[in-house]
């Protein structure tokens, strides 16, 4: 660190004394020193900025300004050709040319360069240390499903989101079914694109790549998640299976929902509203608001009503979480549609010496 203070150091006393001794701007010493400290202070600003910008967005911006450049002087010569050589408004347009198509380009490359694989091309670009994964790639159904939206608010989505153009076309298909319930989803993935595109905070992106020698969307979704070293977000059993398979790191979003389900152990006392009835008999059904579904002993008599059961079991399947209960009308309470407990009337005991027939 102090060696580079002193490289800095003596940067800066170098402009200063190159101003001090030029004079620029027609002014006399000791002021003309000040152009030349104050033009280096600005690079080496410029240059705290940079070592902050990873190896792809340098490579980008780089290609980005030099394309920029070329397209400026191409037109330029264009100009020339039609407008006379010592007019000042062609020398301002070509200025201005130069320095719109060298900044768009400088802005662009930037922000396309985290897509570039530089692992792939070996070499010095072999031993970028970028981390890997920086950006996540949404397939139709985790688009369609909207969670992704929710969780992106929350600031847990690090990295940019890509949305390839393929998909975006299977969504589009999907909006323009003639079947109304396929409509309605398609349109709900587009309205959820349109919000992820409004968060301040998330990059997201249309990637043009595909494979037009491969048919199958998931197949397409795993080569490029290959191509780009990355992760697929969905939700699809399917995909998740086939993406492990071919070594593709998998985001599920079904699988963060049964990871986030609350804890319950046997033995607990939980409150469920008992809404069906179950296949066994004299059982209830109820879901948690996650859409756990708990089933019951002795509760088919209590449909419709809220009830306290006590948890006996808890069975996780692929498809998520079971938890089994069972209620006592003896011990376990029951409440209305205000969560009031409800007073039960006392049992009748039969008289002494009194018989039924």
């Not at 929350?154 to 109304?180: H, M, N, W, Y």
């Not at 070293?229 to 086939?242: E, G, M």
Request: with cysteine.
């Amino acid at each position: 660190m102090k060696d580079l203070l002193l490289i800095r150091v003596f940067f800066v006393s170098l402009l200063a004394c190159a101003g001090y001794f030029l004079e620029p701007f027609g002014l006399k010493a000791p002021w003309s020193a000040l152009p030349g400290a104050a033009l280096a202070l600005a690079i080496i600003w410029f240059e705290l900025r940079v070592r902050e910008v990873s190896l792809k967005r340098l490579i980008g911006a780089a290609i980005g300004s030099v394309l920029g450049i070329t397209g400026a002087f191409l037109i330029s010569l264009v100009l020339n050709r039609a407008l006379p050589a010592d007019d000042t408004t062609l020398a301002f347009i070509q200025l201005g040319l130069l320095l719109w198509m060298s900044y768009v380009g400088l802005m662009v490359g930037a922000s396309k360069g985290e897509m570039l694989n530089l692992a792939a091309l070996g070499g010095l670009f072999g031993g970028e240390k970028a981390p890997k994964q920086s950006f996540k790639i949404l397939d139709t159904s985790v688009i369609i499903d909207g969670r992704i939206a929710d969780i992106a608010e929350t600031g847990f989505l690090d990295g940019g989101i890509v949305i390839p153009q393929f998909v975006l076309r299977e969504l589009q298909l999907v909006a323009d079914s003639a079947d109304s319930m396929k409509r309605n989803r398609g349109r709900r993935g587009l309205d959820v694109l349109q919000r992820l595109q409004k968060m301040p905070d998330l990059n997201v992106q249309i990637l043009e790549d595909d494979f037009p020698h491969i048919r199958d969307v998931d197949m397409k979704l795993i080569e490029l998640a290959k191509a780009y070293d990355c992760k697929i977000v969905t939700n699809d059993f399917n995909l998740n299976k086939v993406a492990q398979l071919h070594g593709v790191e998998v985001l599920n979003i079904n699988e963060l929902a049964n990871a986030l389900k609350p804890i319950v152990l046997p033995g607990e006392t939980m409150r469920v509203f008992i809404l069906k009835e179950g296949k066994e008999y004299n059982q209830g059904v109820a879901y948690l608001d996650d859409g756990t579904m708990v089933v019951v002993d002795n509760a088919r008599k209590m449909i419709s009503k809220t009830i306290d059961i006590s948890v006996t079991s808890v069975l996780q399947t692929t498809a998520g979480k079971m938890i089994f209960g069972r209620y006592d009308e003896r011990t376990h309470g029951v409440y209305d549609k205000h969560g009031e407990k409800l007073e039960r009337p006392p049992r009748e005991t039969p008289a002494a010496g009194s018989s039924s027939r």
